[in-house]
């Protein structure tokens, strides 16, 4: 079956400009959290969506938003971009927010603010 | 809060030369302790699930391990293919804010 999709793979953005980062999860998976990696701190959480709901969110400014869709699908929005929000952004998705559910990873989106 | 610091942050072994990787862990309330490999320009691969004190699981060379503090993932006679980052992660606590908090990981290089 499909796995975790993310779209794009690759983006440059512009200081101050916002960016849309796009996760289509594996079908029938309707937990979908976002994390950012960055060389210096690792993987970070953003956020987790479950049934179109925000379940818990980490310490991230409110620039950093999401949402999820009715099939899943979700997305997250970084507005005024900052240099330092260049990273690997990573959607993961499993059935639910449970422990004996593993997350499985998309590839990515690599963001770079110029 | 809940913590996660992985040991060492880097391994270059010998193919074959078989060592252990550590994932020390402050939680409350421990719901699930998760192994990930990561390889470069990839997202993380899922590995194991440990979810109580003295569960042990295997997947070829790779076996990981649990105690009330730390995990360990032991690998056996590695090979070249085996170099990736791994990852630990830890989700607790048993209210709505259970999200998955994960260690800045072990690169491991194995040398042919």
């Known amino acids: 079956k499909a796995g975790v999709t993310q779209t794009p793979r690759y983006l440059i953005k512009t200081r101050g400009q916002q960016v849309t980062l796009s996760c289509s999860p594996i079908s029938g998976h309707r937990s979908v959290s976002w994390y950012q990696q960055t060389p210096g701190q690792g993987l970070q959480f953003l956020f987790e969506y479950f049934s179109e709901t925000q379940r818990n969110k980490g310490n991230f400014p409110g620039r950093f938003s999401g949402r999820q869709f009715s099939n899943s699908r979700s997305e997250m929005n970084v507005s005024t971009l900052e240099l330092g929000d260049s990273a690997l952004y990573l959607c993961?998705?499993?059935?639910?927010?449970?422990?004996?559910?593993?997350?499985?990873f998309g590839s990515g989106t690599r963001l770079t603010v110029v | 809060e809940d913590q996660v610091t992985q040991s060492p942050e880097a391994l270059r072994l010998q193919e074959g030369e078989s060592s252990s990787l550590n994932c020390s862990y402050t939680?409350?309330?421990?719901?699930?302790l998760f192994w990930y490999r990561q390889d470069p320009g990839k997202g993380p691969e899922f590995l194991f699930t440990?979810?109580?004190a003295g569960e042990e699981k295997e997947k070829e060379r790779l076996k990981a391990t649990l105690t009330k503090k730390e995990s360990f993932l032991h690998i056996t006679a590695p090979k070249p293919e085996d170099s990736a980052t791994y990852l630990c992660a830890v989700q607790g606590a048993m209210n709505r804010d259970d999200k998955i908090i994960f260690g800045k990981g072990t690169r491991l290089h194995i040398l042919p």
């Open positions: 440990l979810y109580s």
């Open positions: 993961a998705s499993r059935t639910e927010p449970r422990p004996n559910y593993g997350y499985t």
């Open positions: 939680v409350s309330g421990l719901r699930g």
